[in-house]
Structure formats: C-alpha cells, structure tokens
C-alpha cells in the first residue's frame, strides 16, 4: 500500500509529521543498533527517516537493509563537526547517493581527529579528576567506535562525578568547558564542500542550540549559505514556538530550506524518533523538496 506523500510546504497543521531527519546509532553515540532505531522508528509511525551519526555512514548499509523490509524510506546521512568563530557547530550533510567523492577522505579525516581528540578530552578529564578516563569512556561506548563527548559524560556519571550528562556537560563537556575540543574539525566551508561533492544536501544542525544572540546566529546563517549550505533544522526536538517563527523568517530570508529532525540518541528521555515541536506556517520550503532530495523522498508515495 502506496504511504501518503509528504507535503510541499508548511501549512502550520498541528497534525503529526512522519519525517526524522537527524538520528543517531550505536554507529556513533546512539544506543540503538541501527536496525533497533529503524524498528523503533517503524513503531512510532514514521515513514521517512535519515540515520546521520558523527562523521560516519557505518550504520547506514544495516539501517538501510531493516528500513526496506519495514517499508520505511532511508536516506542516507552523517553529521560533520565543524568549528566557526569558536563554536562547535554541527552540519547534517543528507546523501542521496550515500557517501562518495571528497566526502569519503573527509570521514576518514573525521574518524582520526576524534581518536585525537578523544586522547585530548581524557587527559583534560583525569586532571578534574576522572582517572584511567579514557578507558572509562571506552567502557561506555561499549565497542571501538569513535568516541565522543557523551561517552565521557556518561563516564563521568558511572563514577559519580556527576548526577547525569546533563550535568557532566553543564560542568565539564559542553561549549567553552574543558572537554569541549573543537581545534581538530574543519571549517564549515569544507565540510559543506564535502557534503556537496557527494550530491548531499548540507544542512545546518540544530541552530538554535547554541546559546547565539539573533544577530550571531544570522552571522551563522549567512556563513553557511556563502559556503554552499542548503538547509537548516527549522525543528530540532522542542522548542519555543515564538522562537521557530522567527527562525523561519531567518532562513527564508536566506533561501534556505527547512528539515526537521529530533538528534535522537537514546530511548529513555523526553525525545523519541519523530517527537517534534509544531512546524509554524511558513513559506519557507521542505528540505524534501530539494532538487537532490526530492526523487529519493516521494519513493512509496
């Protein structure tokens, strides 16, 4: 049975999406095996869904495999850490054509900058007094993937540094703390020049995350469309409607597209696969209905 498209435009509907276009498995720091995220994505109703763990596509052959025999539509994705004026800021890059060109040289190099900058947290960790941190970190991501922030975090809480990784972050993990390296990612331009030369759509993640004034994330915004950026999470979980609005004015005024994605991690806390906040009315349009994207969303429909 053919599933019911997704639309063209926002029309402010309160009714339910069934997109995700920003999750995360045990392929990076998600807790879901990348087949589990799609049965769990199948579970909630969704019907169109992109896996984009840290700077890499090794869970997207397993998603991709599960999502066909769910009858889910997969695309293809990776979030890439980039760095602009101090700031950690992350970029989706969405593959229709999955990861080729530059792009996989660029993963590559991602991979041994985490390694490097994984060693670089630890030591900043065991003089805050998190000793053999590393090897803790190890311990929970629970294989040998790339390390990130949160499996340090979650070390922290398993020796009681802390209460919970929101805290770990608060205090020791989160931007301008010590274990927020970010020295070792490229700039944005690069990054998107990656995402572009693989025939992928570059999408902003989560914008309004960063504790940026209106007139800095606009800065951001220009930035990013000058370097070839497409998109930009008009939705990234909840958040302030009033806010999204705004936002919205912010990417049309810039010819950017909308996605809409959770950055879901684990199952437990207040988000799941496909939990939104309210997509206002705007003209600003779908990321989906991106020239390089459209074709590989409205397959099932």
Known sequence: MPMPPLPDRFT????????????????????????ELVALCAARGLTHMALTDHDTVDGVAEAAAAAEAQGLVLIAGCE???QWRGHNIHVVGLLPAGARGTLVAGLAAQAEARTRRAETIAARMEKLGLPDALA?????????????????????VAAGRVPDVATAFNKYLGDGKPGDVKMLWPGIPEAVGWILDAGGV????HPLRHGLTRRKRGLLLDDFAAAGGQAAELVSGFQNADVTRDLARQLQERSLYASLGSDFHSPGGHLAPGSLGPVPRTATPPVWTHPRLAPRFTQGA
């Open 80 to 82: 890439l850490s980039t």
């Open 12 to 35: 402010g509907d309160p009714g339910p999406l069934t997109i995700d276009l920003h999750m995360h498995s045990t392929a990076s720091d998600g807790t879901l095996s990348p087949a």
């Open 136 to 156: 803790r970190a190890r311990e929970q991501a629970g294989s040998e993937r790339p390390l990130g922030r949160p499996d340090f975090a979650r070390a922290l």
């Open 202 to 205: 570059a999408v902003l993640a």
